[in-house]
């Protein structure tokens, strides 16, 4: 307890940011992205010494701090990370920078105030930093519905065209969820004996009723959040008219709160239900990545083909966690980490684009890739990241996916399998329609089509590329991190690994 | 036959409501001896001063727990907690009562008997200073919601309820602008308010029939051991609860709320949604929690069908709407609905959720109806939606404020509202009311609809010609603001200074 209080000032720091950043005048622009960008990477040098600071073989939840807020109702300012949480917040550190840089121009055109933009993004970060270092389910509502907020005038006010109607829509789903939560929370505080501690809700005994009702709550929350067939809609949305950064982050980071929370809350806290409700959440994974995928392939808009994509992603997400063996729960985590690398990648290289050309239909692309080479390979790159092709890291955690689940449940192993077809198809279709083939004639005419990849742009792709490849390779320091979380959370669950006990009786 | 005595009476226990009544009767009479030209300064100055001084009474009488004037007036935790939430709501009604820079002359009509039309009202509608009778007219009607809450036996409080809806009644029809629509809306709060107030007497007269008394000490007395017939007990009590649910404008007593917030003046408007609510749903706490505790399960799925009706029509009719004011109307519809499922939860922790929603609730309101008057053009309060088209471009400040007040009645966490809704909500599943929750949640989401739309309309659309300038607010309007926002912050972040005085508060003298 005596060390540096990482996980509090890492959650208020980039609110602090915030306010300093949306105080500047509106005539400064260059000073907010500069100030926003070296806040971020500050943050990022904070993230490394916490993660040096963790100690992954060390207890579940750790770096915990806990400061007095509501004593009346047992409300704590508690923060604790475990494993699954702070790789979250490594790749919150690593996005957010990235992000900022690939949105430096994005404001400029919109008529609205740019440092407000950038106040907004670092904003958006502090409460998504704060929703994974919560240990006090409190706390963790409080972050889970303050984050509409800054999203919500980030899609609505730099968005596209529709943008009003996809921001709504993003409000009001993920309150529907959120007002749920809100009143399972309330329940689990009335049955666990006045206290929202996580650590101590999970010693709480309920009965089987209560439980599934509360799981319920928690659990439509987070598979709107996700977003899980047949929650899904607002995503292809609010994806499709988010601006290039917002849109990163909603599908890179925002999403995984909901298998995080999944992960933390659901399964932990309602361990009997989670078992109970498992098949329904398997079936509903497959279908999402079968229905989502096929979708995907019939897109002609680029962004939101990349929110369909992701809706597929996190249909084998669901279908790791619910599996129930250590292996498939770990590729899990390890898809939430390389999601948010390749698909974030997938959506800034699409919005470089769709930045270039003036808009988001694959028919007004083809042949793009003779008038910008550069850009066109970094294309085909993140969408082979995106449809896991060996070598990158998606592949890792989407084999480890698989292999987990075919261990238990076949039929879900195998359906699922096909989703990996379809992907190819959605993916090198959408590179063929888009960078490959006879040019299209009115590209010659674009003005911003004779400019290939610049400077910054490969300072904002690089970094993820090296690590998509890296991870392909060598995803130990990740999985070392987050294994033993996965273990203890499939041990709440009373999962067993089928492997080992196969042994044994063969033993016998 | 007995001689008649004089009671008792703890002077300093009931002192907040004598300084409230004696000033008003000096404003009564400052109205006939100060020169036109300085009654403005010198009735809120007055009115300030009272409501300030009541203010400081009530707090030197925080730990006052007694029964005076014959059992008539019960001080005690709630009473105290309530009246000390009326005066400092009052204080920042009456600030923006006294507001006088956004219009020339004030909110105010001078002369509210000239015919709407006339010569002489278009004259007195340009410059002429405002009526300066609304100040003492506001401190009966605070005087009377003071004794609304403290009231311990039931003739006491019909006097008291009369006593605040009167001046209520004429404070409506004294809009500056749109008369006429003022003048309906007073008239049509009259006449549905003197039914209201017709059913409360008669039902006080059925309770004194079943009980032989009109205290709720002896109303509890009996409920628990007469063996009369409980018909006339439990006809009293329905006729009695109409009465008060009219005033906190439960569904479906509900009818008259959207015309009258939209016909009164803005600040009596802010006054009525944030001090009636409280008075009422003190006197609705004392009435149940005192009287009729024995006859809980009896009562609770009736009020309970209540609460789910106000909250799911007050939530969906907010919906349709296109003016500002009678949004916010069916809004405080919908809240009285959350406010009666914190009545139901019944116990310690339903009083004190219920204490602190509506103070939360009434601090964030008068923001609300501040922002609101000072949104305007040239025919005055641009009240239409399609109005606030573009606000946030064009004073980023105002719609700023505006957005976090309505994302406060939405229930997002850090403001106020989330921490009353969570308040109420709680309280509920503990004492087993889980069906009101979840029908409080899904109002929430219906909810939150017209309160995004609004917020939509002044950020994401583009301004056009018509949108309204924002007003320079005078000082007044700036501290109203100021208050009720700061407040919604406040206790959005830090809620423990007032949850722990609610639940201190939180229990009835018998």
């Known amino acids: 307890m005596s060390s540096f209080p990482y996980l509090s000032v890492l959650t208020v720091a980039p609110l602090v940011g915030a306010l300093v950043v949306a105080f500047l005048p509106r005539s400064r622009p260059e000073l907010a992205k500069w100030l926003t960008l070296a806040w971020s990477l500050g943050i990022l040098a904070l993230t490394v010494a916490l993660w040096l600071a963790f100690d992954a073989g060390g207890e579940r939840l750790q770096l915990r701090e806990s400061y007095p807020w509501i004593p009346g109702w047992g409300v704590n300012f508690t923060f604790a990370v475990d494993g699954i949480a702070l790789v979250m917040l490594m790749l919150i550190a690593v996005l957010v920078p990235i992000v900022i840089l690939a949105a430096w121009h994005e404001a400029d055109a919109s008529g609205r105030s740019v440092p407000v933009y950038f106040a907004l993004l670092l904003a958006l970060e502090s409460t998504m930093i704060g929703v994974f270092a919560a240990a006090d389910v409190f706390l963790f509502y409080v972050f889970f519905e303050v984050m509409l907020v800054p999203m919500y005038f980030l899609i609505g006010s730099y968005g596209g065209a529709k943008r009003q109607y996809a921001a709504v829509k993003f409000f009001l789903y993920s309150l529907v969820g959120g007002l749920f939560m809100l009143a399972a929370v309330i329940g689990l505080w009335v049955a666990g004996g006045k206290t929202f501690d996580w650590a101590a809700l999970t010693q709480i005994d309920m009965s089987a009723g209560t439980e599934r009702w509360l799981f319920l709550g928690f659990f439509l929350a987070f598979a709107i959040k996700a977003p899980f067939f047949p929650f899904h809609t607002w995503l292809p949305d609010a994806g499709g008219v988010a601006p290039a950064g917002a849109g990163a982050l909603l599908v890179g980071i925002l999403d995984k709160v909901g298998t995080f929370g999944i992960l933390r809350y659901c399964l932990p806290l309602f361990p009997d239900a989670s078992r109970y409700f498992a098949p329904l959440a398997l079936v509903l994974g497959v279908i999402g990545i079968i229905y989502a995928a096929l979708l995907a392939v019939g897109q002609n808009d680029l962004k939101r083909l990349v929110s369909y994509t992701s809706i597929a992603h996190f249909g084998f997400i669901g279908v790791g966690i619910f599996a129930f063996t250590t292996q498939a729960g770990t590729g899990a985590v390890l898809y939430m980490v390389n999601h948010g690398l390749a698909t974030g990648l997938l959506f800034l290289v699409v919005g470089m684009l769709v930045a270039r050309r003036g808009s988001a239909l694959i028919s007004d692309f083809g042949g793009a890739g003779k008038y910008v080479p550069l850009l066109a390979g970094v294309l085909f790159f993140a969408g082979l990241a995106s449809l896991a092709m060996p070598g990158t890291a998606p592949f890792v955690s989407e084999f480890l996916v698989l292999i987990g689940t075919f261990t238990v449940n076949k039929p879900i192993a195998i359906i699922a399998t096909l989703g990996i077809v379809l992907a190819a198809a959605y993916v090198l279709w959408m590179v063929q329609r888009t960078v490959q083939g006879t040019p299209n004639p009115a590209l010659a005419e674009v003005e911003g089509m004779r400019r290939d990849i610049t400077l910054r742009e490969k300072v904002v792709v690089a970094p993820l590329i090296a690590m998509i490849i890296v991870f392909g390779f060598y995803p130990k320091p990740i999985t070392d991190v987050i294994n033993p979380a996965v273990q203890a959370t499939m041990q709440d669950v009373g999962a067993t690994d089928p492997a080992p006990t196969a042994i044994t009786e063969a033993a016998k | 036959m007995d001689e008649l005595k004089a009671p008792s009476i703890d002077y300093a226990a009931v002192a907040p409501i004598l300084i409230l009544f004696g000033a008003a009767c000096l404003g009564v009479v400052t109205e006939a001896f100060v020169p036109r030209r300085a009654r403005h300064a010198v009735q809120l100055s007055l009115a300030l001063l009272a409501t300030v001084a009541g203010l400081a009474m009530v707090i030197t009488q925080a730990s006052t727990r007694v029964t005076t004037a014959a059992g008539a007036v019960a001080i005690d935790g709630p009473a105290v907690f309530l009246q000390g939430a009326i005066l400092a709501l009052a204080l920042v009604s009456l600030l923006l009562m006294g507001e006088r820079k956004l219009e020339a002359g004030g909110a105010f009509v001078p002369q509210a008997a000239i015919t709407v039309g006339s010569d002489a009202d278009v004259r007195q509608a340009a410059r002429t200073p405002g009526l300066t009778e609304v100040y003492p007219i506001s401190l009966f009607a605070i005087a009377g919601m003071l004794l609304f809450v403290a009231a311990n036996d039931l003739l006491t409080m019909f006097i008291a309820l009369e006593v605040f809806s009167l001046p209520l009644y004429l404070l409506c029809a004294l809009a500056r602008r749109r008369r006429l629509l003022s003048q309906e809306a007073a008239l049509k709060y009259f006449l549905l308010g003197s039914y209201a107030s017709a059913f409360f007497l008669f039902g006080v007269a059925l309770i004194y029939g079943f009980a032989g008394a009109v205290d709720l000490g002896s109303v509890r007395a009996a409920a628990a051991e007469s063996d009369r017939d409980p018909l006339l007990l439990y006809a009293g009590l329905a006729m009695l609860s109409i009465g008060l649910l009219f005033k906190t404008a439960a569904v479906p007593f509900h009818v008259w709320t959207p015309d009258v917030y939209q016909g009164a003046p803005t600040p009596v408007t802010a006054f009525m949604a944030a001090c009636t609510k409280v008075a009422a749903f003190g006197a609705l706490l004392r009435v149940l929690y005192v009287g009729f505790n024995g006859l809980s399960w009896d009562f609770t799925p009736i009020l309970g069908v209540v609460a789910v009706l106000t909250m799911i029509i007050g939530a969906v009719l ?174 959005g972040v830090a809620p423990s200074l007032l949850l722990d005085l609610t639940s201190g508060a939180a229990e009835f003298v018998q």
């Open chain 2, 318 to 491: 907010a919906v349709t709407q296109t003016d500002i004011k009678r949004l916010l109307a069916y809004s405080s519809i919908a809240n009285a609905g959350y406010l009666l499922v914190g009545v139901l939860a019944s116990g310690e922790a339903g009083l004190a959720s219920t204490m602190f929603y509506l103070v939360a609730y009434g601090f964030t309101v008068i923001g609300a109806f501040a922002v609101v008057m000072l949104v305007r053009d040239a025919d005055g309060e641009a009240g239409h939606l399609s109005r606030w088209a573009g606000l946030g471009r064009r004073s980023p400040l105002i719609a700023g404020l505006f957005t976090f007040i309505l994302l406060a009645f939405a229930g997002i966490p850090m403001t106020s509202g989330f921490i009353s809704k969570f308040a109420v909500f709680g309280a509920a599943i503990e004492g087993g009311q889980t069906w009101l929750v979840i029908a409080g949640v899904i109002s929430s989401i219906v909810l939150a609809f017209p309160y995004l739309r609004v917020v939509v309309m002044m950020w994401l659309s583009d301004p056009s010609e018509a949108t309204p300038t924002v007003s320079v607010p005078g000082v007044f309007t700036t501290a109203a603001l100021t208050i009720g926002v700061a407040m919604t912050l406040l206790l």
